[in-house]
């Protein structure tokens, strides 16, 4: 079983590129979400998705845009890359609430220059 | 607001030593708590949580914690520190009702042999 695996591992981006986070489960989990960790911050919830075909805002969801086509998909997408979105983003997921236990993937780790 | 405060960034305990790290809340209702741990390029890890019944709570790898309403803390204890044990650890609080979940800012581990 993987659980959650996350694509690119890591990646340089240049500003105002377009940019897709992939992350997928294989646990059946109804509901994922996506953070960002950014150092003396802690994580920090950008979008959340209670069931597929439903998302929500998180904490900082600015700049960011998610979709939920099947359960076992949720896409993060960045439209438009800028410098303040470098960080480390993981994806999560739950079995159906966000105080459920979260299992987390490995995370990506992106750098906008 | 919520929020959750971690006030210690770096602790370094003695292999054999106990441990205890603090955390306090701030939030509205009475949430979820919880405390999850990350090693060195991993993804998080749940190792308790809180929401009702007995104030202490047991949870894996012989971690405990003990949540005190009145001082609004949530903090995490265990009797003797192993090396393995070394990484980062973050107190959360989530509601489930409205898809909120916050993180504090991380405490660092440092197990000296």
């Known amino acids: 079983i993987a659980g959650i695996t996350q694509a690119p591992t890591s990646q340089i981006l240049a500003a105002g590129r377009r940019m897709t986070l992939r992350c997928t489960q294989d646990?059946?989990?109804?509901?994922m979400y996506w953070y960002r960790q950014d150092l003396g911050l802690g994580l920090r919830l950008i979008h959340y998705?209670?069931?597929?075909?439903?998302?929500g805002k998180g904490e900082v969801p600015d700049g960011y845009s998610v979709s939920r086509a099947n359960t076992d998909d949720f896409p993060l997408t960045l439209a438009s890359a800028v410098p303040s979105q470098t960080s480390v983003y993981f994806c999560?997921?739950?079995?159906?609430?966000?105080?459920?236990?979260?299992?987390f993937g490995p995370g990506t780790r992106l750098t906008v220059l | 607001a919520q929020s959750v405060t971690q006030p210690d960034i770096h602790i370094t305990v003695s292999e054999g030593a106990s441990l205890e790290l603090r955390c306090n809340y701030s939030?509205?209702?009475?949430?979820?708590l919880f405390w999850y741990v990350q090693s060195p390029g991993q993804g998080l890890q749940l190792l308790l949580k809180?929401?009702?019944?007995?104030?202490l709570v047991q949870g894996i790898k012989g971690f405990e914690a003990e949540f005190k309403r009145s001082q609004s803390s949530f903090n995490l204890r265990k009797p003797s520190v192993h090396w393995s044990d070394a990484a980062e650890y973050f107190c959360?609080?989530?509601?489930?009702?409205?898809?909120?979940?916050?993180f504090g800012s991380g405490t660092k581990l440092n197990v000296k042999p």
């Open positions: 999560a997921s739950s079995i159906g609430k966000i105080t459920d236990t979260q299992y």
């Open positions: 646990m059946r989990h109804n509901a």
């Open positions: 998705s209670n069931t597929a075909g439903t998302t």
């Open positions: 939030y509205g209702a009475t949430p979820y």
């Open positions: 809180y929401f009702s019944g007995d104030t």
């Open positions: 959360a609080v989530g509601d489930g009702n409205f898809n909120k979940f916050y």
